[in-house]
């Protein structure tokens, strides 16, 4: 190798060195402060591993606090929210794929501008209409109201996986004596795999991490999920950096696991929808 | 039997409405949810702003006009949140797409465990962004954190105290969070387009004498230019929504110097309970995000026909 | 298998119209060949008939039935794609038996008729693979085989062949029509490539603009092409034209002029030609002969330059200008390989052809 090039080489692994550790250290520290025994937390200061470590945080977070509860709610509504929204993207992203129909662009329109809204704003009205449904301090009415926010994204993810995939395919099993809905189920779903691997992973991740209406929609610990669970731990004991932290990483872990899975599928999906605009 | 025998061109009436609803038989399940959980939620939201909506206050839900913009309008909190919104999207979307392009730029290139680098890069965008504020609260806090001693070290700050607390530097503490998790974003949109590039226009671009800074301006950047201005426009109304940072992070202080209006929304209508008031700023950043996004499609349009 | 009645079809996008009225009768057992440039609307056709495009108006039947308002399930016919459309997650087996499937046709009839079209195929020791394990040749014979298993009333073709390279293309076009022979199927098969429809048509519908130019066998069309686009369109290198008016008293040269009829060129040279009737004396009129048909001879009534000299090994392409006008010869005498900067040509009159000035054949 020239030694131009040698450098240039050098250079280029450098700068992903800097943005791996740019990216995971925060992650890093909390890891390390959630192991790190309380005696030590102030004394080491910035030393960047304790000189003894312990599991004592994740021991209390798990055995004396609601973060069990908070952690199996988390799962049921990112869990059940994942699945209704890639049924449902699914669905309306091969319509907006394969159709062409007077509605498309108004639908594309609407869609788009729900991206707009400050949710804070819907909070009211989303209560006042789940609220005699008996939908409020449910997981239900968390899924249904994070499935509707998460559908438009997760609609235009579909869309672009759609349209990696020729129409021949379709034209080919109705000829062969599908009808267009069996084809899409049994032909083109299947091809769509990595597609809704990344739509599953994401709705999952967003819904994992959803705050605000987690917050106004749900009280009392019952159907509390991970990310109030987590707020309210940390007005409640917030000098006890140990335990926040061992309870953030355990909320991290789910989270991170799926987002590994999909997001080689992630970069894919949105390739072949930039290959087609 | 009549019918068959005219031999009419349509198709019976039947075919022709399965054919014509299929589409919306496809979508209707989704736009059902949104148009109920959203757009209705969202039209009763904008009756709000015209109406006295006070959760604790039983006398409240009257119509009273533009009584809400009216106090708007001289609501110095608002005007300086406006500006804190201003400063807080422009460097957070700044930084964001720039360091984003570079990481893309750099992912483009095949190395040896591209596939796990690419894996650990993106993983901020997986943590919530509510844990991503409390952990980055956490490392400027100097009790626990190493920045606050590391920035000391340095010589940027004269003592190792929290920024977060203070007036003139509190806003880069969520500007600095917020890049850590967006740039993920960035990057794996413009990792797409590029991969997107064929990779013969370079080949074509090398053997006609063209430099890399050549090659990456005449063709990288046209072609990535569709990409950029959809995500950077898709991005900059996100942020200015965002406000889970800010308000895990420094809740609107020091003295109001990290109030957003996303989060002085939140505090109006979560702290204080004015739904009617909060609804009523809420409309004026949606109205403002519309003709921000209207402008730049207009403008898109105009450039694309020149060109 | 079955007959295809097409009725005065046509088809238009919005405003644009891509099919102007086709009609086509296709008797049982034949093969069709819709071929035409790119942008004729053979394509468009086809998938009328597979029912993947609406038929604006007109009818379409398949066995006597109007299939207009059926769904392509519903027709029972099979069809092979340009791009052949193998299900990517299928085995080659479970491709070819998803019509069969999709019918809930028993379990050993699968079985038994994979295995038949597999044998006839060659695919046998392939089945268990997926398409992206094949070669292109492979994923063609797939593509037939899908289509076979079902014994459906029709076989469609869209380009079947224009993804495999030239001599594997020459292999599989003998290999269709021996099927062919073998299964005795209506087909309609759409190409671009005119030597395709010639070797594998029993009738030949050749296309351009969205209308019917001429519907025959291939040798009609190569020795009475109706109308200057098929001319031009069959045959390769294609036919030379020049343009000239028709003269009844032809000034003699001496032989042959008895019929007292002509061409006269640009240059005033006559090309002697059998009369025809349906054109009027001094009518403007292009006169047409093959590159092959053209012979070089010292004696011969016209003198050309020539401009190149292309061996293809077989014969030899010659390139000529007459009169500035570009002309092609096609000849297997190697003697042409020499030729000098001149030559001399004749127009023997039995390949000549005339169009008048609309284009059409005159006779």
């Keep these: 190798m020239r030694p131009g090039k040698l450098l240039l080489t050098g250079a280029h692994r450098g700068a992903i060195l800097v943005y791996v550790v740019f990216a995971l250290f925060p992650l890093f520290w909390l890891l390390k402060v959630s192991v790190t025994p309380n005696d030590l937390l102030y004394s080491e200061g910035v030393r960047m591993w304790p000189s003894r470590t312990t599991f004592e945080h994740f021991d209390f977070v798990i055995a004396h606090s609601a973060f069990p509860t908070f952690f199996k709610n988390s799962l049921i509504v990112s869990g059940a929210t994942a699945i209704v929204v890639t049924i449902l993207a699914s669905l309306s992203g091969y319509a907006l794929s394969r159709f062409s129909f007077k509605a498309k662009y108004w639908i594309v329109a609407l869609m788009l501008i729900t991206q707009m809204f400050p949710l804070v704003m819907l909070v009211a009205p989303i209560f006042r209409m789940l609220s005699p449904l008996g939908l409020t301090n449910s997981l239900t009415g968390l899924v249904i109201v994070y499935s509707a926010f998460n559908v438009p994204f997760a609609t235009f993810l579909m869309q672009s996986f759609f349209d990696g995939i020729p129409k021949d395919l379709e034209e080919a099993a109705m000829i062969d004596g599908a009808t267009q809905f069996v084809a899409f189920r049994q032909i083109i779903l299947p091809l769509t795999l990595p597609g809704i691997a990344a739509t599953l992973g994401f709705v999952f991740t967003a819904a994992w991490s959803e705050l605000l209406f987690a917050l106004m929609l749900i009280s009392g610990n019952d159907a509390a999920t991970f990310p109030v669970g987590l707020l309210t731990f940390v007005s409640k004991f917030s000098v006890d950096f140990g335990q926040m932290m061992a309870a953030g990483v355990l909320a991290l872990i789910p989270a991170c696991l799926f987002f590994l899975l999909i997001q080689r599928y992630l970069v894919q999906g949105l390739t072949a929808g930039a290959v087609k605009g | ?307 | ?363």
Excluded at chain 3, 10 to 16: A, I, N, T, V
Aim: hydrophobic letters at 50%; aromatic letters at 10%.
């Design chain 2, 1 to 307: 039997m009549m019918h068959q025998s005219m031999k009419q061109n349509r198709p019976p009436l039947r075919k022709r409405i399965a054919d014509a609803s299929e589409p919306y038989l496809y979508s209707a399940p989704a736009l059902i949810l949104i148009v109920a959980v959203m757009l209705v939620p969202l039209v009763v939201g904008i009756s709000y702003a015209f109406r006295d909506i006070q959760l604790l206050n039983p006398f409240s839900g009257g119509f009273i006009g533009l009584d809400h913009f009216r106090a708007l309008s001289q609501d110095d909190a608002f005007f300086g949140a406006l500006r804190n919104t201003l400063w807080w999207t422009g460097a957070s979307v700044f930084f964001q797409f720039t360091f984003g392009l570079i990481l893309a730029l750099l992912l483009d290139k095949p190395f040896y465990g591209r596939g796990l680098v690419q894996a650990l890069v993106f993983l901020p965008w997986a943590v919530p962004s509510f844990l991503a504020g409390l952990n980055w609260a956490w490392l400027f806090n100097p009790v626990i954190g190493p920045l606050p001693h590391w920035l000391y070290a340095l010589g940027l700050l004269d003592e190792p105290h929290n920024i977060l607390s203070d007036p003139h530097l509190a806003m880069w503490g969520p500007i600095v969070a917020n890049v850590w998790w967006g740039i993920p974003f960035f990057a794996i949109t413009l990792l797409a387009a590029l991969q997107a590039i064929p990779r013969d226009l370079y080949e074509a671009a090398s053997i006609d004498g063209a430099g890399p800074v050549q090659r990456f301006m005449s063709i990288t950047l046209p072609f990535l230019a569709p990409t950029i201005a959809i995500t950077v426009l898709l991005r900059t109304v996100w942020i200015s929504n965002f406000a889970d940072l800010i308000v895990v992070m420094t809740n609107g202080g020091p003295a109001d110097r990290t109030q957003i209006v996303a989060s002085y929304i939140f505090t109006q209508a979560f702290k204080r309970l004015d739904f009617g008031y909060a609804s009523a700023i809420a409309l004026v950043l949606l109205v403002l995000l519309l003709v921000y996004s209207m402008l730049i499609v207009l403008l898109r349009q105009t450039m694309l026909n020149k060109g």
């Design chain 3, 1 to 363: 298998m079955a007959s295809i009645d097409i009725e005065s079809v046509r088809k238009s996008y919005g405003p644009f119209p891509v099919l102007h009225g086709v009609d086509l009768t296709i008797k049982d057992g034949e093969f069709i060949v819709l071929v035409g440039p790119s942008g004729c609307g053979k394509s468009t056709l086809l998938r009328m008939i597979a029912g993947l495009e609406e038929v604006t108006s007109g009818e379409i039947r398949i066995s006597g039935n109007r299939v207009n308002d059926l769904a392509p399930k519903d027709r029972d016919i099979a069809m092979v794609f340009q791009s052949y459309a193998l299900y990517p997650h299928m085995s080659v087996a479970d491709n070819m038996s998803y019509s069969l499937r999709l019918r809930k046709t028993a379990k050993e009839k699968i079985a038994s008729a994979v295995g038949a079209a597999a044998t006839k195929l060659g695919l046998d020791p392939l089945l268990e693979r997926r398409p992206k394990a094949l070669s292109g040749g492979q994923r063609q014979r797939v593509a037939m085989g899908r289509a076979i298993v079902r014994q459906p009333k029709a076989f469609l073709f869209d380009e079947p062949l224009s993804n495999l390279d030239a001599r594997l293309r020459e292999q599989m076009r003998a290999e269709i029509k021996k099927l062919h022979a073998d299964l005795k199927a209506t087909s309609i098969y759409v190409t671009h490539d005119q030597i395709e429809a010639m070797t594998l048509a029993d009738r030949i519908v050749a296309m351009h603009g969205g209308i019917v130019q001429q519907v025959g066998s291939p040798l009609e069309l190569y020795d009475t092409p109706a109308n200057l686009f098929v001319a031009g369109f069959i045959g390769s290198p294609g036919m030379n034209f020049l343009e000239g008016r028709y003269v009844v008293s032809a000034e003699g040269d001496g032989k042959g002029a008895s019929e007292g009829a002509g061409i006269r060129l640009s240059d005033g040279t006559v090309v002697p030609v059998a009369r025809r009737t349906d054109i009027q004396p001094d009518a403007a009129v292009t006169l047409g002969i093959r590159p092959e048909h053209v012979v070089i001879s010292d004696t011969g009534m016209l003198e050309a330059s020539v401009d190149l000299v292309e061996p293809t090994g077989f014969g030899i392409i010659l390139h000529l200008s007459l009169h500035g006008l570009p002309f092609k010869i096609f000849t297997l005498d190697r003697d042409a390989l020499s030729a000098g900067p001149k030559v001399r040509v004749d127009f023997p009159r039995k390949y000549l052809h005339v169009f008048d000035e609309k284009g059409d054949r005159a006779d």
